[in-house]
């Protein structure tokens, strides 16, 4: 399975931006997807998550409100719309694919991931 992010960049405090991850060598379809994001100095962080049917959907706190994340099984990918940006999601944002189909917060339970877009935000 490789998963491949994309539609990291710079952007404005403010601004909107929509990451994508495809997956390739597996279906996404029964699996639950999500992204983590890491910024410098800290831990890698759980900021959306969408169960394999595409029915729950799951947000961090800090993200909950201006990201959505979205699934499209007959393509393969997963895209979160980030809105409203500020300095503080300035990060490697990942993505994940799980070893289930629904959603679990620990890093644990994901079995693959991306290798990461850079998203940095201007202020």
């Known amino acids: 399975v490789q998963l491949r992010a994309s539609g990291g960049g710079l952007v404005q405090a403010g601004g909107s ?3 994508s991850c495809a997956a390739s060598g597996r279906s996404i379809e029964a699996y639950a997807m999500a992204w983590f994001r890491q910024a410098p100095g800290k831990e890698r962080e759980f900021i959306a998550g969408i169960n394999w ?3 729950g959907t799951y947000y961090d706190d800090s993200v909950r409100g201006r990201f959505t994340i979205n699934r499209d099984n007959a393509k393969n990918t997963v895209t979160p719309q980030m809105n409203s940006l500020n300095s503080e999601d300035t990060a490697v ?3 994940a694919q799980g070893t289930t189909g629904w959603v679990r917060y620990n890093i644990g ?3 693959y991931w991306g290798k990461g877009t850079l998203v940095t935000v201007s202020s």
Request: proline content about 0%; hydrophobic content about 40%.
């Open 17 to 19: 931006l929509s990451l």
């Open 53 to 55: 049917l595409g029915g």
């Open 93 to 95: 944002y990942y993505c």
């Open 109 to 111: 339970a994901w079995g």
